[in-house]
């Protein structure tokens, strides 16, 4: 069994984290940390997990008896983690925030599968992608592999409002959300970074502009994403190009059909459609971005890193209806 470790335990990624690993057959969850909730059950926080464990937050971090650490900080905390706090060096981390994701003066491996499978299999750290800059590269790199992003990508993006974390906010408020969009961080969402670091690693260079106007949804989870590339290329070869692409990705699926965002919410399955135009192709992707936004993307990096079926404890189904 891999025996596992939680920090910041008590958000919506730690619980959504808890609830696949409850049901993984060779995960063990031996802490979950929330010095704030040390002691309580787990499911007074996660009340979806009433009658599914006894577990209990705690404020210990006993990091010697754990093969993996999941970090589900909020941004920017990870690293300073790490400067106040010792972890084994046999123990692996993968960080679901942001802190590790751009190269440096860092051994994090950047957790995309689809284009760094041998790497995260080697890996001892991992920085888990975002789950916009997810659903946007798995909508791109395909494209990227041809060579076709050579003008400025038009991308929008909605979200589900548990994007936001579990802290109530303005604009997580239900009477503010409800019946309501919006748009935030136009053209300078944090995610743009490691977005165009991935099409840069697949492609070999980058010129175009990826211009992302991030929307707040009035739903609870999934992202939607539409990308507009300008090519002459001829439209058989792109589709032939994608299925290509992801023949062998165990989660991510070309269709031939337009997607619904239902398709893919409670699975960490991401689906990618294309539609050619005259001179334009229409991306269209979607994904939970809970779970192959974070979490599911996470477990299934874990699985990679410890040599298993990366699918394992992953096989979820959407509710269609």
Not at 204 to 232: E, M, Q, W
Not at 274 to 281: I, N, P
Request: glycine share 8%; aromatic share 8%; net charge negative.
């Amino acid at each position: 069994m891999i025996k596992v470790g939680i920090l910041g335990a008590a958000g919506y990624t730690g619980g959504e984290l808890i609830r696949v690993l409850l049901n993984h057959p060779e995960a063990d969850i031996v802490f979950a940390n929330s010095e704030s909730n040390a002691g309580n059950p787990v499911s007074d926080v996660h009340e979806g997990l009433i009658g599914d464990t006894d577990l209990r937050f705690t404020g210990e971090m006993p990091f010697e008896q754990v093969d993996v650490v999941f970090f589900c900080f909020g941004h920017g905390k990870s690293e300073q983690f790490l400067k106040e706090h010792t972890i084994p060096a046999s123990v692996k981390i993968i960080d679901l925030a942001q802190d590790f994701r751009i190269k440096g003066d860092h051994d994090y491996v950047y957790g995309l599968p689809e284009i760094n499978k041998s790497e995260i299999q080697q890996a001892q750290h991992i920085a888990n992608p975002g789950c916009f800059a997810t659903a946007i590269q798995l909508a791109l790199l395909p494209a990227a592999q041809m060579g076709l992003l050579t003008k400025d990508v038009a991308v929008n993006a909605i979200t589900g409002s548990t994007g936001a974390g579990q802290k109530p906010g303005a604009t997580t408020h239900f009477s503010w959300r409800n019946n309501n969009l919006s748009i935030y961080k136009a053209f300078t969402h944090q995610h743009l970074a490691e977005i165009k670091q991935s099409l840069i690693q697949v492609q070999g260079t980058l010129d175009a502009d990826i211009d992302f106007i991030p929307y707040r949804g009035d739903f609870a989870r999934g992202i939607f994403c539409t990308a507009v590339i300008k090519t002459n290329a001829e439209g058989n070869d792109i589709v032939a190009a994608y299925k290509n692409f992801y023949k062998d990705a165990a989660f991510t699926h070309y269709t031939d059909k337009a997607i619904d965002l239902k398709q893919v919410v409670n699975t960490n399955k991401a689906l990618v459609h294309v539609d050619v135009f005259e001179g334009k192709v229409l991306v269209t992707s979607a994904i939970d971005n809970l779970l192959k936004g974070a979490v599911g993307q996470a477990v299934q990096n874990m699985n990679i890193m410890f040599g298993i079926d990366e699918t394992t404890g992953l096989r979820l189904k959407a509710s269609a209806f």
